[in-house]
C-alpha cells in the first residue's frame, strides 16, 4: 500500500505505536495525516512557516509534536485539528525531537547546535542541557529508565555523544531554573558521558590533470590518494602537504572532464551525466590496461566505469557463442557458462553504492553494485536505468571516438605549391 498525498519531498514521519496513525511533514510546510490501515487521508495541518523536520505522536495518536526550520516546536490535537501550543525555544531551525513516555517532556535540538528539555505543561520551565559542537540532526532517549537517565546525539560531525539527564530532574523539581536571556546560564552538561568515535570526513578534493585521479584531505589533516575509474582509495598518504602533492602528482596531460565531485556526506560523491560522461578518451596503454591482442585501442573512460558499476546486473551479461557452438558439459549435461560480464579490463568493489537520480536530485533507486543481480534489483533497474546508459551497458554501443578532419594548406609566404584536397 501506498499512501499519496504529498506535492514535495518528505523531510520527517511519525506513526503512533498502535499503528493508528501516520504523519509526515515536508517542505510544503503542513503536517499530512493518515490511517494506515485503510490509507485514508484524515486532515492537514497548517502553521508552519518553512519545512517540517522532526515528528512525534503519542501513544494513542491523538497529539503529534513538531519541529520546524522556522525555529518553532508545535503541539497538535488531531482530535480538533489544529495547533494547540507553539514553543519558540531555539534561535534557529528545530531538527530533532524526543518525548518521554508521558508525553510531557520534549527534547529539542537543531541548526543552533543546543539541546533543550522543555515542559510541555508549562514551557516557561525549560532547561539547556548541552550545546554541540556542530547542528543536531537525529537524538535518542536511553529509555532503560524513567525518567530517561541519558540522550544520545548526533550531529553533522562523525561522532555519537551520549549526554546525561541526571541532573536534570532536580530542575524540574525545583522549578527555579532561571531562562532570563540577560542573565544566561550555562549549560547542564559541559562534556558528553559517553563518545562514539565516527570516522574521519573528507572536507577537500582536487580533481588531477589526467582526470582520473583525486586527491583529499580529511577532517584529520591525513591526505589520500583515489582512482575514479576504479572507484577505490589507491594509497593513504598520511598528514603531508596538500598543495605540494598536488604539484608532485601533476602530469603534463589534457583529459575533458566527464563527472564531477560532491563532499556533502563527508566522502566522494562522483555524479556521470549524459551531457559529458563520455567526452574523455585514453588510450588503453595510458590507462595502464593491455589488451589480450597486443593493440592500443582508445578507451572511453565513462563508458568503462558505467560497464564496471552494472557489472553483476544479469541484463548486461553477452554469450560470445551462439547456441549450437555451446560446449555440453559431458559430466552433468548441462550447457557450460561462459557469460562475459564488465568491461573486461577492471571491476569496482562490490559494495560501491549506485544512485540512478533526475537532474534536479530526487533520488529515483538507490543500490549496491553487488545487489545488482537480485531479482527484485533487477526488475527496479529495468524501469530506473536511463536509455543512454542502456546503450553503453546492455546494447555495448559505446559512444564513438569524435575524429575531425583536417588539411594543411601552405602559407603564402612559403612559395610552396597549394595541396590538393
Not at 592500443?296 to 553477452?318: C, F, M, S, V
Amino acid at each position: 500500500s501506498s499512501l499519496s498525498g504529498n506535492k514535495d519531498s518528505i523531510y520527517s514521519l511519525a506513526m503512533n505505536q498502535m499503528g493508528t496513525v501516520i504523519v509526515s511533514g515536508s517542505t510544503e510546510k503542513v503536517l499530512r495525516v493518515w490511517d494506515p490501515r485503510t490509507c485514508a487521508k484524515l486532515m492537514k495541518l497548517k502553521g508552519h512557516t518553512d519545512n517540517v523536520k522532526a515528528l512525534l505522536l503519542n501513544r494513542d495518536g491523538t497529539q503529534c509534536l513538531s519541529g520546524s526550520s522556522d525555529g518553532t516546536i508545535r503541539l497538535w490535537s488531531l482530535g480538533q485539528q489544529r495547533c494547540i501550543a507553539t514553543y519558540r525555544v531555539h534561535d534557529e531551525g528545530v531538527w530533532a525531537l524526543q518525548v518521554n513516555e508521558a508525553f510531557t517532556h520534549v527534547y529539542s535540538g537543531g541548526r543552533d547546535r543546543k539541546i533543550y528539555c522543555t515542559d510541555l505543561r508549562n514551557p516557561d520551565i525549560r532547561v539547556l542541557i548541552c550545546e554541540e559542537k556542530a547542528p543536531v540532526l537525529k537524538m535518542e532517549l536511553d529509555r532503560s529508565a524513567d525518567p530517561p537517565p541519558a540522550l544520545w546525539v548526533a550531529t553533522t560531525k562523525s561522532s555519537v555523544n551520549k549526554w546525561t539527564l541526571k541532573g536534570i530532574h532536580n530542575f524540574r523539581a525545583s522549578g527555579d531554573y532561571d531562562n532570563d536571556c540577560t542573565n544566561p546560564i550555562p549549560p547542564l552538561c559541559t562534556q558528553p558521558d559517553q563518545v562514539i568515535k565516527g570516522g574521519a570526513s573528507i572536507i577537500q578534493c582536487h580533481i588531477l590533470n589526467d582526470k582520473r585521479h583525486i586527491l583529499t584531505k580529511d577532517t584529520n589533516n591525513n591526505v589520500a590518494y583515489w582512482d575514479v575509474l576504479k572507484a577505490c582509495k589507491v594509497e593513504d598518504l598520511g598528514k603531508v602537504d596538500f598543495e605540494e602533492e598536488i604539484k608532485k602528482r601533476f602530469k603534463m596531460v589534457y583529459v575533458p572532464n566527464w563527472f564531477s565531485v560532491d563532499l556533502k556526506t563527508g566522502m566522494l560523491t562522483i555524479t556521470l551525466d549524459e551531457s559529458d560522461c563520455f567526452a574523455a578518451w585514453v588510450s588503453a596503454k595510458d590507462a595502464g590496461f593491455s589488451s589480450p591482442d597486443g593493440s592500443d585501442p582508445k578507451l572511453n573512460l565513462g563508458g568503462l566505469l558505467l560497464q564496471a558499476l552494472l557489472e553483476y546486473w544479469p541484463r548486461t551479461h553477452i554469450n560470445p557463442m551462439d547456441e549450437e557452438e555451446n560446449e555440453i558439459n559431458h559430466v552433468n549435461g548441462e550447457q557450460e557458462n561462459r557469460v562475459q560480464k564488465g568491461n573486461g579490463y577492471f571491476q569496482v568493489p562490490p559494495h560501491t553504492p549506485v544512485i540512478f537520480g533526475e537532474a534536479g536530485g530526487r533520488t529515483l533507486f538507490r543500490l549496491l553494485c553487488r545487489d545488482s543481480g537480485g531479482e527484485t534489483e533487477s526488475m527496479l533497474l529495468n524501469e530506473t536505468v536511463p536509455q543512454w546508459v542502456i546503450d553503453i551497458t546492455v546494447d555495448k554501443n559505446m559512444p564513438k571516438f569524435n575524429k575531425i578532419p583536417f588539411y594543411l594548406q601552405p602559407h603564402s609566404s612559403s612559395g610552396a605549391k597549394t595541396l590538393k584536397k
